[in-house]
């Protein structure tokens, strides 16, 4: 059986685990545009249940370890990869529920569990991905099970199994073969798992540098954050000590008569103190007689405690009450982008898009603070929209969540809002909105690359229409140019040129005018977006 405390490590090793080797994974991405990049989103995911497990009590049972990790992961999840990941631990949680401590059985329903979420959550699963390795493993556990009564050992065939699935990812996926790589995701799953596993068979669990600089075993002591509070302060202060001051032995031992949690660092010029107690009054006077105080910070602990815990009973957040029928949250990155979603409605800006994916509580927090029954959210990138759609499972309030892959898709979905219809024509009217619109990036290589048959070189300039790479170039403007072009059709009548932070107003505005000579059947619109990442951001309708 494997109890609570064994669970958390377990947890702690792995999130540490995926955190050290997150650009090993992020590695593994064939796609050469940059990207919330795989290895960085489980990570960001992952990290998000270490906060709240390092500060939990090792004598929780499982059940409370497993659903302390998937409610911190599923509010923290980043990315497609993220949110799957999040999913799989939840269904693992779900699995767990009520138990103490963990058997064979119990392993084989959490993972099968976690495996129903995930996939679906997935509109369209995809073989050959972190699903496969996920199911694989789960099928793998049910066989084991008739087998072995250690859960540890049957943990093993998981691990096992994982690998295998993994090492046949590109089989499954051609893009993985030609590039010579395993599946990104598929892989931060196998280093989560057999992080879990070195813990589960007793091995020394990883842990944070900043709580210790090496590892701890499962049988470690409880971290301080798990001892019961027996003194109300967190009494902290600096000594710049005096000319007279003696050493800081007599202050340690009188400050141990008045609490606990001692901790006194002398050097030759200061005395650092920490302690806990019922009279902070009393430590300071005490550390007055050494020299004059700087620094002096004094907590209750005990309001801190039950702060935390209200927190996280409701996640920390109250929706502001609703002022109108409808409202709008949108992701975006760049001044003149968020500026312009906010003047066509937008309530909510959440900062975010490529290289920067957003959490389910980012999304979730800018709904709360949207004064609608109703909120619209526009992710306008695809590897937001299932952090989303997690925020809209977990939200009081109503939330649709319109499928926006591009900034271009959000825009006209925004436009497309019409106040006077209802909540079911609009979101109709908004989805539809969508496919009319054409959306053109241009952007460079992130990393060396074989794909799709194009021998890719970091640094080239990407041509992208509507997310599939249609060819390279080496001039920027040029590649916004042909682009261009390519999309703009005998019925197309706008194009909107959306500039990013790394071009300059000339650069833009030349490139502006060309186009004007030479389409001159359409209108063109130039913005400056400020976006990071994409030199040109095009829309064609």
Known sequence: MLDGKTLKYAYISAAVTISNMKKEVDELNVYPVPDGDTGTNMSMTMSNALKELMVSSDDLPASDIAKTAASAMLRGARGNSGVILSLLFRGF??????????????????????????????MNPTEGTILTVARVASEKAAEAALLVN????????????????????PDQLPVLKKAGVVDAGGKGLTLIWNAMRDVFNGGEAVVPVEVSSSTVT?????????????????????????????????????????????????????????????????????????????????????????????????????????????????????????????????????RGGQTMNPSTEDILKAVYSTPAETVFVMPNNKNIIMAAEQAAKLSERRVCVIPTRTIPQGITAMMSYDPDASFSDNRMEMTKAIERVSTGQVTFAARDSLYEGKNIKKGDILALENNKLVFLDRDVSKAAYKLTKRMIKGDSAYVTLIYGSDVSDERAEELAEIMKTKFGHVEIMLINGGQPVYYYIISVE
């Open 93 to 122: 949680s779900k699995g767990l529920a009520g138990k103490s401590e963990i058997d064979c059985e119990d392993i084989v329903t959490a993972l099968e569990n976690g495996v129903k979420a995930a996939y679906k959550a997935v």
């Open 218 to 350: 499962v049988s470690a002591a409880a971290s301080a954050g798990d001892e019961e509070i027996t003194f109300t302060y967190c009494t902290e202060f600096i000594v710049n000590k005096s000319q007279e001051s003696k050493d800081a032995t007599a202050l340690r031992a009188y400050l141990e008569t008045i609490g606990d949690c001692v901790v006194v660092v002398d050097d030759e010029d200061i005395i650092k103190v920490h302690v806990h107690t019922d009279h902070p009054g009393k430590a300071i006077e005490e550390g007055l007689k050494f020299g004059a105080l700087t620094n002096m910070k004094i907590d209750n602990m005990r309001m801190q405690h039950e702060s935390k815990a209200a927190a996280v009973k409701n996640d920390g957040m109250v929706p502001v009450a609703a002022e109108k029928p409808f409202g709008f949250v949108t992701v975006a990155a760049g001044k003149g982008i968020e500026e312009l979603f906010r003047n066509l409605g937008a309530d909510c800006v959440v």
């Open 150 to 169: 250690d859960p540890a050992l049957l943990w093993e065939d998981v691990c096992k199994a994982a690998e295998e699935a993994l090492e046949k990812t």
